[in-house]
């Protein structure tokens, strides 16, 4: 009996230590009080967050995390981005190196599920570029660059291409190209030669429909579905793979019925046990979208909830599913839902994380 409670003591360490989980948020700095990233922890159990450092970092929009390497992309206004890397060790970020993205604009950032590349997605610049990474974290250089021309059916906002986001397969074996200017999804065949990664030449192409804007996407569990928000009608697309082909079904609107404000799709995210999914609109809606996912692929709305703030952007799921973060640029907070793992439903538990322009939250 002596033997067990000791052995417990010894444990409780562990598990205290396991409630407090790293928590980081990229920023715009540019006209704003913001310093870069900044970095909490987060308590698992109380959803509290304590600030533990910062960054100083210009316009880390997008972040991606890959054990203890971090990657942001410098979205710096009206000249060609950057992306950084930095080594995360005792509640500290450091930084490592930079690269030029090879185009304007970079907003996000993805690493292979291996960790030996990462591609970066510049929306002003209408590319994706794939990055080469050292065992040690260090961007090694820029392996590919993939340009797209062209034009979609609205003469302001899709008078070129624009590049939203670049997503890797669960297997890591394709990267999904989202194009806002052009109303397109890119597939590339991800190769694989010892720990080199290559994209095939040519990619596979499907639409989402005219006018909507492609952002960012999700897949069920089996990745038999894919759901793209689209931008600009504050819509989800909905598409069947069948063979090599993604086959569009239908779309869901994520606001409101009646709404007749301004839309601004910002974000996408389903929960782990694929049951349910999430999507925030700005413009002048301020509310995230509650989706069940039904047996057969089909969406169906449960709730739009506020906000609780303005310009909701990037949006998170604690590792654990009890919470939901929401980044709301203009209003300066980040809001903090409770969700019910059975429903889906979330509640707002009334406590935020003040922090200059936050548009991107990673654990």
Known sequence: MKKAFIYLMTLLP??????????????????????????????????????VSTQDSKDPSFLSRNN?????????????????????????????????????????????PKGNVLAVAN??????ALFDLESNGVLSKRSRLVQHEGKGVDPVRQEKPHVHSTFFSKKGDRLFVQ????????????????????????????????????????????????????????????YKKEGNDWMYQ???????EGFKGQNGGADIKISADG???????????????????????ELNKLSNTSVKGKGPRNFNLSPDGKYLLVANQYTNNIVLFSRDPKTGLLTDTGKEIKVPAPV???F
């Open 179 to 238: 194009d806002l200017g052009l109303d397109q999804i890119s597939v590339f065949p991800v190769n694989k030669s010892g720990s080199t990664y290559t994209l095939t030449e040519e990619s596979e192409d499907f639409f989402t429909p005219a006018g909507g804007g492609p952002r960012h996407i999700v897949f069920d569990k089996k990745e038999k579905f894919l759901y793209a928000i689209l931008e600009m009608t504050g819509q989800i697309a909905a």
């Open 250 to 256: 239908s779309t869901y609107e994520i606001n409101p």
């Open 123 to 128: 929306y002003s610049g209408g590319s994706a």
């Open 275 to 297: 049951k349910f999914i999430y999507a925030t609109n700005r413009g002048d809606a301020n509310t995230i979208a509650t989706f069940s996912v039904e047996k057969g692929g």
């Open 68 to 112: 203890n390497f971090i990657y942001a992309v410098n979205e710096i206004p009206d000249q060609e981005g950057t992306v950084s890397a930095y080594s995360f060790k005792d509640g500290q970020l450091t930084f490592l190196n930079s690269l030029p993205t090879g185009g304007e604009s970079p907003c996000f950032v993805e690493v292979h």
């Open 360 to 362: 991107c939250i990673i």
């Open 14 to 51: 562990m598990v205290t230590f396991a409630q407090q989980i790293p928590m980081f948020v990229g920023t715009y700095t540019n006209r704003t009080e913001s310093k870069g990233i900044y970095i909490y922890n987060f308590d698992t159990k109380t959803g509290e967050a304590t600030l």
